[in-house]
């Protein structure tokens, strides 16, 4: 299954891409994500979905098979395996950043394979409704660490004269800790039945 997702952040593009590439910074921005290793390229972590009454939770890897920074384009390919044994996840995912006055357009493409008892919901398009869903929370937690400082940053007063010259540079933002609760299954499915409801009661 093929899905595509495109939105902007209002910041240089040096900085968006900085960040979408430092794995360990942006996984707390996905719900039930957490790098528990990292090395080089490869890192490996877990994804914890809640499916009803029940937990699943999936261990795998992420390698930067393809970055590029002058084009600003980086591909990365993720697989995992249902801890119980119960299904599996693989996913190639392909960005392209663009910037324009200042705001950088990120166009993402994933291409995925899911099995076991994730796969039930690529049926009738849900699947594509809850990683709208997902994506938009992510956007939202993307934006929330990128745009804030920034604007924070440019509209703070610049040290005039020799001060300026002797000031240190500002220290990076240090990382939040992943907090890696699982992704409730169940309210996403609440959130994307309501809103078919919506649009289909809205045609009457």
Known sequence: MKLEHDFEVKAPIAAVW???IDIERVAPCLPGAEVTEA???TYEGTFTIKLG???ASYAGKLD???LDEAAHTVTMNASGRDKRGQGTAKA???SVMIEAAGTTHVKVATDFTLTGRLARFGRGG?????SNRLVGDFVECLRASIERPAAAASEAPAPA???AAESPAPPPPQRQPAQAKPVSAGR???SVLWKRLGRLFGRG
């Open 188 to 190: 996403l499915l609440v």
């Open 53 to 55: 009454p029940t937990t």
């Open 39 to 41: 090395e080089g390229g």
């Open 161 to 163: 004269g020799a001060a």
């Open 92 to 94: 190639t995912i392909s």
């Open 18 to 20: 900085a960040t979408l």
């Open 64 to 66: 930067l098979a393809d």
């Open 126 to 130: 849900m699947i594509e409704d809850i």
